[in-house]
């Protein structure tokens, strides 16, 4: 069985930073198998976004709104998805998820593992 459990939101000054981390549990050989991180965000009264991804080849992709300030990494050695965050702004608070995507050989398709999400929140 494979969980995400995300830690490391809470309550920021506008400016400041934050690093989110996704703890996946499961034996090292699960975390190897995931083809893409992504970190998703939920503003109030909002759809969940995508934010920044990961493939394992290392590609990486942010949104329009993330570029330059936020860092998607992996800690192999941790089992850990990390979201490095800098120069916080109020549009920034929300529940942050992270999702990892896996092929299931049982159901011979891509499944998506998701953690239960984070806040964050960015006073002004």
């Known amino acids: 069985q494979v969980q995400l459990v995300e830690s490391g939101g809470g309550l920021v000054q506008a400016g400041g930073s934050l690093r989110l981390s996704c703890r996946v549990s499961?034996?090292?050989?699960?975390?190897?198998?995931?083809?893409?991180w992504r970190w998703w965000r939920q503003a109030p009264g909002t759809q969940r976004a995508l934010i920044a991804s990961?493939?394992?080849?290392?590609?990486?992709n942010y949104a329009d709104s993330v570029e330059g300030r936020f860092t998607i990494s992996t800690d192999k050695d941790k089992n850990e998805v990390h979201l490095q965050m800098h120069a916080l702004e109020p549009e920034d608070t929300g529940v942050y998820s992270c999702?990892?995507?896996?092929?299931?050989?049982?159901?011979?398709?891509?499944?998506?593992?998701w953690g239960q999400g984070t806040q964050v929140t960015v006073s002004s």
């Open positions: 499961g034996s090292i050989s699960d975390f190897n198998d995931f083809n893409t």
């Open positions: 999702s990892g995507l896996r092929y299931d050989d049982d159901l011979g398709r891509f499944v998506d593992y």
């Open positions: 990961l493939t394992r080849t290392g590609y990486i």
